[in-house]
């Protein structure tokens, strides 16, 4: 398994969605960057004017809470998360690279862009799945109705063929089987 493949899907594996968006927060992209966290956010907030809402945005208390309760991560009774951490969409991402100006943040970013528009490809296609997947049960639904309609004919015909045609009119039905005596 190529080194490129692996880093593709421990990246994939980072990005969440926060605020109905694809994001990596800061403590999983810095360390691709060859950075700490507190060196990323730092650089980012010298750089504030490159980094509109649509690029970062910083995490409520309650959403870290729930971050960390959701990845198994406990405090300690009594201990508060100290800072909260920045969440970077796939244009933060790739800003972040550039204003640490490296070159293992310029190769990080774009292996961080790519996972970004690969996850997005996944999602486009499972979007079209589910179109066809809506339209065939469209299609059935109306088949669904039509082969009831042939059940319920073929009933009625075989309920018209089990009597004959004076026992109708009489009402009374002739047995069927072995009768002693």
């Given amino acids: 398994m190529s080194k490129e493949i692996v880093l593709q899907g421990l990246i994939e594996s980072k990005i969440l969605v926060i605020r109905g968006q694809r994001v990596m927060l800061d403590r999983d992209l810095a360390p691709l960057y060859g950075v700490v966290p507190k060196v990323l956010n730092q650089a980012v907030k010298r750089k504030k004017e490159k980094f509109p809402v649509d690029f970062m945005f910083q995490l ?67 979007k079209e799945l589910a179109v066809k997947l809506a339209e065939l049960e469209r299609r059935l639904a109306g088949h669904d109705m039509e082969i ?26 002739k047995q069927i089987g072995f009768h002693p005596g």
């Fill in 148 to 173: 009831k309609a042939i059940v319920d004919l073929i009933r009625q015909l075989m309920n018209g063929m089990s009597q004959p045609e004076n026992d109708k009119s009489s009402g009374s039905k």
């Fill in 60 to 126: 409520s208390k309650r959403e870290a809470e729930e971050l960390s309760r959701s990845q198994f991560v406990t405090l300690k009774r009594g201990q508060n998360i100290k800072f909260l951490p920045y969440a970077f969409t796939e244009y933060g991402a790739i800003q972040a690279a550039n204003i640490l100006n490296s070159s293992a943040a310029t190769q990080a970013g774009i292996a961080v862009v790519r996972a970004f528009v690969r996850l997005r490809e996944m999602v486009s296609a499972h």
